[in-house]
């Protein structure tokens, strides 16, 4: 294993197990309310944990070509769990949404599943054929799948992913623009169209109204992020991880790390991040890469850097809040899995890639 590949595995060891560490911090109150026990989520979260690194380590030993043989039998397969997961006593119902389907041994959120499928059916469509109309039909399904389970934060990162794929493929300006405008559109048409995701942009634009209601969860995650000042309260010093932060421990967890160890060690895990993509470029820095290769490798970076802008930028309240997780940060079993999973396919074509001559 080469020295980039080396500090890349450290990367995202380092990245999850100081997530691990922070799901604990974040969730013990909320773990004790709901089940009697503080360490329900931590002990989940664990196990997930020990079976991403299992995960990892077959992915990488993976030739992506068995990715690439089966691409389309992959995506039929995805589409129809997206589709499993509307159905009632399969798909699990919970906040309204159904989001997920109901496994013997807990729960799995297929749209994380589909995110990686998208990505190497694309890789393998575009790098045979260019075409507008077959890229716009196979991102038509998903998208309305999504939207009726719905799930607006993973619509976007599958839309936008895609796009950028597009656009590595040696998609035009034109056609992108044409993309990137009907995208928009959509997105504001499903905001509008939704009462409730029409109640979180006029929160986001107006947080100081409704303090007690809509406003609430920004709120919490603004009075965490001013709490942690520079140096933060210290560690298990938390303030609002006690039933202040809505989903504490998952989509909002960042605001709990930001509240116990402020703006400097916040922004030493967003560097290890920003190192986590820096290592992934050098990884394939002298290989050969097939058109495939190519664009799998630099998609599954785009999907998780714009799942990883999108949370970072709701918790600072750049953007509306939409449920998106911290990659392998975030409690939740299938991001976390996912994450591992994809990280694995990047080991697995920079080891397997030829060395340029």
Same mark, same amino acid.
């Given at each position: 294993?080469?020295?980039p590949?080396?500090f890349?595995?450290?990367l995202?060891?380092?990245?999850?197990?100081?997530?691990?560490?922070?799901?604990f911090?974040?969730s013990t109150?909320?773990?004790?309310?709901l089940?009697?026990?503080? !360490?329900?989520?931590f002990?989940q979260?664990?196990i997930?944990?020990?079976?991403s690194?299992?995960?990892?380590?077959?992915t990488?030993? %993976?030739k992506v070509k068995?990715?690439?043989?089966?691409a389309l039998?992959f995506?039929?397969?995805?589409?129809l769990l =997206?589709i499993l997961? =509307?159905? &009632?006593g399969?798909?699990?119902k919970?906040?309204?949404a159904r #989001?997920?389907? %109901?496994?013997?041994?807990?729960t799995?959120?297929?749209?994380?599943v589909?995110?990686?499928v998208?990505?190497?059916f !694309?890789a393998?469509?575009?790098?045979?054929k260019?075409?507008?109309?077959? +890229?716009l039909?196979?991102?038509?399904?998903? *998208?309305?799948?999504?939207l009726l389970?719905?799930d607006?934060?993973? =619509?976007?990162?599958?839309v936008? @992913?895609?796009?950028i794929m597009?656009f590595?493929?040696?998609?035009?300006?034109? +056609?992108?623009?044409?993309?990137?405008?009907?995208?928009?559109?959509?997105?504001?048409l499903v905001?509008? +169209?939704?009462?409730?995701r029409?109640e979180r942009?006029t929160?986001?634009?107006?947080?100081?109204?409704n303090i007690q209601g809509? @406003?609430?969860?920004? #709120?919490?995650?603004?009075?965490?992020?001013g709490g942690?000042s520079w140096f933060? #309260?210290?560690?298990?010093n938390s303030q609002?991880?006690y039933?202040? *932060? &809505?989903?504490?421990s998952?989509?909002?967890?960042f605001? %709990?790390?930001?509240?116990e160890v402020?703006?400097?060690g916040?922004? *030493?895990i967003i560097? =290890?991040f920003?190192?986590?993509?820096i290592?992934a470029n050098?990884m *394939?820095?002298?290989k050969v890469l097939?058109k495939?290769?190519?664009?799998l490798?630099y998609?599954?970076l785009a999907? %998780?850097?714009?799942?990883?802008? +999108?949370n970072l930028?709701a918790?600072?309240v750049?953007l509306?809040?939409?449920g998106m997780?911290?990659?392998?940060f975030s409690?939740g079993?299938?991001?976390?899995l996912?994450?591992?999973f994809?990280?694995?396919?990047l080991?697995?074509i920079?080891?397997?890639?030829?060395i340029?001559k």
């Open positions: 294993m080469s020295s590949s080396k890349f595995l450290g995202i060891f380092s990245l999850s197990l100081i997530g691990l560490f922070f799901v911090e974040a109150v909320e773990s004790f309310k089940f009697g026990h503080q !360490y329900y989520f002990r979260q664990g997930w944990l020990f079976l690194f299992i995960v990892l380590f077959l990488s030993k %993976i068995f990715f690439e043989k089966y039998p995506y039929i397969l995805a589409i =997206l997961t =509307l159905i &009632p399969i798909g699990l919970l906040n309204g #989001r997920w389907i %109901i496994l013997p041994f807990g799995l959120q297929t749209v994380e589909f995110k990686f998208l990505i190497n !694309y393998y469509l575009l790098a045979k260019l075409d507008l109309s077959s +890229f039909f196979f991102l038509f399904w998903p *998208v309305l799948l999504v389970q719905p607006f934060g993973s =619509l976007m990162v599958l936008a @992913s895609s796009i597009y590595l493929a040696g998609g035009k300006i034109k +056609f992108l623009s044409i993309l990137f405008g009907g995208g928009f559109l959509l997105a504001l905001v509008l +169209f939704s009462p409730y029409r942009l929160t986001f634009l107006n947080p100081e109204e809509d @406003s609430y969860h920004v #709120r919490q995650i603004t009075l965490a992020l942690g933060g #309260r210290g560690i298990g609002q991880k039933s202040y *932060v &809505p989903e504490a998952s989509d909002s967890i605001a %709990i790390v930001a509240e402020g703006f400097v916040s922004f *030493v560097c =290890l920003i190192f986590y993509f290592f050098l *394939v820095k002298d097939t495939y290769e190519h664009l490798y998609g599954i999907w %998780i850097a714009i799942q990883l802008s +999108f930028s918790v600072v750049l509306p809040l939409s997780p911290l990659p392998f409690q079993g299938s991001s976390l996912m994450s591992f994809a990280s694995g396919v080991l697995s920079a080891s397997h890639a030829k340029k």
